[in-house]
């Protein structure tokens, strides 16, 4: 098997052909993230993207709940990462996400 690369200064990335779009990922970040995108070539008609990668605050939740090992975040301790401090719009956009089906609302 072999190793997955990091993309370059990305906090954290999904690996599309091990995802099976669970949304257990969307559910559980804080910072509103990720959200469920149409995707009508995989199995339920949608996938994970992370749109907001720059709220990444890298929590790790994300990564600990996936089930296929398909999403994964950045070491803290490498010098080009950086995280986001979780602020009240982030914490406000993953509620709304989460009330919107794992899927990004109008006007985002």
Do not use: H
Not at 15 to 33: L, Q
Request: net charge negative; with cysteine; charged share 25%.
């Amino acid at each position: 098997m072999a190793l997955m690369k990091a993309p370059e200064n990305t906090p954290v990335w999904v690996d599309e052909d091990s995802c099976k779009a669970c949304d257990k990922c969307v559910e559980v970040c804080p910072a509103g993230v990720l959200i469920m995108r149409p995707a009508p070539d995989s199995t339920l008609g949608s996938m994970i993207e992370v749109k907001f990668a720059s709220s990444c605050i890298g929590c790790n939740d994300c990564e600990l709940v996936c089930p296929d090992f398909a999403i994964f975040v950045a070491d803290k301790k490498l010098d080009n990462i950086k995280f986001a401090k979780l602020t009240d719009e982030a914490k406000q956009r993953a509620q709304d996400i989460k009330n919107n089906n794992c899927r990004l609302p109008a006007g985002y």
